[in-house]
């Protein structure tokens, strides 16, 4: 951001988690600090040290002893001065300190995300790096949490706004030809290598977006549908992958209606299960919406696990129907040894037998479709629709045989690739990316 914010408020919130706790910490930050500090521990505390002080009401009783750390502007995550309050958790004593702070002039609580916009605004972070914290924030599996720390570590940054003085740099070799072309030192092909440039420059971008749909699967999870017969073992399958009663599981034909679904963290990854309705024709109206259900959900799943029961001759299956890889399973082959040729793996859910390679079989699966996010991919659709926009300024910019022409489009790119990181204006995106966040963040 071009100079800094100066803000009148100071804002303060609990950030630690739910109450009650061990230890909670107590965040400020504005031009405040250092007077709510004396207020309420006595003493400013040398920077980035932690003190133990006695903190105190406005009457000079003692609220609780805990440790105060003190970070000055600039050298803090918002920017500002900022101060932590690390006390006790039970609720009386967070109360009661937060009471205190919101009695102080020029003191009042945090908004969700607000920390982190003044980090922002102060420069501190770039909105991918504010995206990826929250990203952190509401990780759940091993996958998700590298996908976010990669990306708060500035690696999104870093490729945009390397792509973006690409974008600059055409720009001004296009537009030097236009207004100095009879100079010695401007050479009259430069708009030519430029425009080689910039053509390789879509590619990379255009190929760089087909790495969301990697994105979308950690975040999302990973869709495995299970399909069969009525009475194939489904429902009992889905309650042994989840280690817990999730599906009623009777010997009646029929008894799932509806898709019942779970996510389960399988080997560091995302993996949502999704009980069907048994496929078979049937006269039911609402057992027919349910197979119905179930051919939509295989349609849309990343991965099919077609399951059998070897002892029913009747079950039948086209593999064909489906767009998504299928694996066959056979079910219950405690009860009936099956012909491991016509199935890729054999499971009981008695026994557990079959049960660990299953789901070897489905983290292999999961991680093959999700192997670029080892590399720095778009993890927002906001990130893809600015990158489109910009290849398509791009493409728009090589459709363009007028030089005048040409640098508009790539200025026009160049504003689209800046509003991933704030470089340019972005005002109206900076509510919704914010309020994402939790309070005290």
Not at 4 to 14: E, H, S, W, Y
Not at 65 to 73: I, K, Q, R, S, W
Not at 235 to 240: C, I, M, Q, T
Request: proline share 3%; charged share 25%; with cysteine.
């Amino acid at each position: 951001m071009n100079g800094q914010p100066v803000f009148r408020d100071t804002i303060f919130a609990l950030s630690s988690g739910g109450l009650p706790s061990g230890v909670a910490v107590v965040r400020l930050s504005g031009p405040h600090v250092r007077e709510a500090l004396q207020l309420v521990a006595g003493k400013v505390p040398a920077a980035r040290r932690a003190t133990l002080l006695s903190l105190r009401d406005g009457d000079g009783g003692l609220l609780d002893e805990g440790l105060v750390l003190f970070f000055p502007a600039p050298a803090s995550f918002s920017g500002e001065d900022c101060a932590e309050f690390q006390i006790h958790g039970g609720r009386a004593v967070v109360g009661a300190l937060l009471r205190r702070l919101g009695e102080m002039p020029g003191l009042r609580q945090a908004e969700a995300g607000e920390f982190t916009h003044r980090a922002f605004l102060n420069g501190k972070v770039d909105l991918t790096g504010a995206e990826a914290l929250a990203d952190l924030i509401g990780a759940e599996t091993e996958a998700q949490r590298r996908l976010a720390v990669e990306n708060a570590q500035g690696g999104q940054r870093d490729l945009y706004t390397a792509w973006r003085q690409r974008l600059l740099h055409a720009r001004a070799m296009i537009e030097a030809e236009l207004d100095f072309a009879d100079e010695a030192d401007v050479p009259g092909s430069v708009s030519q290598r430029e425009t080689e440039n910039i053509a390789c420059l879509r590619q990379d971008i255009l190929a760089h977006v087909e790495g969301f749909r990697a994105a979308e699967i950690v975040w999302d999870g990973f869709r495995v549908v299970l399909v069969g017969a009525p009475n194939a073992g489904k429902s009992s399958l889905l309650n042994a992958l989840a280690r817990r009663e999730v599906a009623i599981v009777t010997e009646i034909a029929g008894t799932t209606r509806d898709l019942v679904e779970t996510s389960l963290d399988i080997d560091g990854m995302k993996i949502v299960i999704t009980d069907t309705a048994g496929l078979r024709e049937t006269d039911d109206v609402v057992e027919r919406i349910g197979v119905r259900k179930a051919v939509e959900a295989a349609g849309g799943a990343d991965l099919v696990l077609h399951l059998t029961d070897p002892a029913d001759v009747e079950a039948g299956f086209d593999k064909g129907t489906w767009t998504a890889p299928v694996l066959s399973v056979a079910t219950k082959c405690d009860l009936t040894a099956p012909e491991l040729g016509s199935f890729t793996l054999a499971v009981s859910t008695v026994t557990g037998e079959g049960l660990p390679e299953l789901t070897r079989e489905i983290a292999q699966r999961a991680r093959a479709v999700t192997s670029k996010t080892g590399q720095v991919i778009p993890t927002r659709l906001r990130q893809v629709h600015l990158l489109e926009a910009t290849a398509k300024h791009i493409g728009d910019a090589l459709n363009r045989a007028e030089l005048e022409l040409r640098s508009e489009h790539l200025r026009l790119a160049g504003e689209a690739l800046g509003k991933i990181t704030g470089a340019s204006d972005v005002e109206e995106l900076l509510g919704v990316i914010f309020s994402e966040f939790c309070i005290g963040k």
